[in-house]
């Protein structure tokens, strides 16, 4: 499977796709995947999460085809869950600061 080489900021998907899945120990071909196991798709919504943050004027359909998926309101689904999360889940919460730091370390090296 492809990862998209859209820019992200100063990310492009797939890093931020690799920084979400090196926190959830998944494979960047793993959340691109249509599995729908709890750990992927917390990683897919941590994906979404910091790609909807770094590019806020990115419409869902452009998020969607980035990520292979053929609906919008997959991502839309997926964001709505992963605010949920972050606000009632400590060890999302978790997940998505540790991310964030590793994206942020590796524009530092």
Request: charged letters at 25%; one cysteine or more; aromatic letters at 10%.
């Amino acid at each position: 499977m492809k990862i998209q080489p859209y820019s992200v900021g100063d990310h492009s998907i797939a890093a931020i796709i690799e920084a979400a899945g090196g926190v959830f120990q998944a494979t960047s071909e793993e959340i691109l995947s249509r599995c729908k196991e709890r750990e992927l798709s917390m990683a897919r919504f941590l994906a979404y999460l910091l790609v909807r943050e770094a590019r806020p004027y990115w419409s869902y359909p452009r998020i969607a085809k980035a990520f292979e998926r053929k609906h919008h309101s997959t991502v839309m689904h997926g964001l709505k869950r992963g605010m949920s999360l972050l606000s009632d889940d400590p060890a999302f919460r978790h997940a998505y600061i540790t991310a964030k730091t590793r994206l942020h370390d590796s524009t530092q090296s």
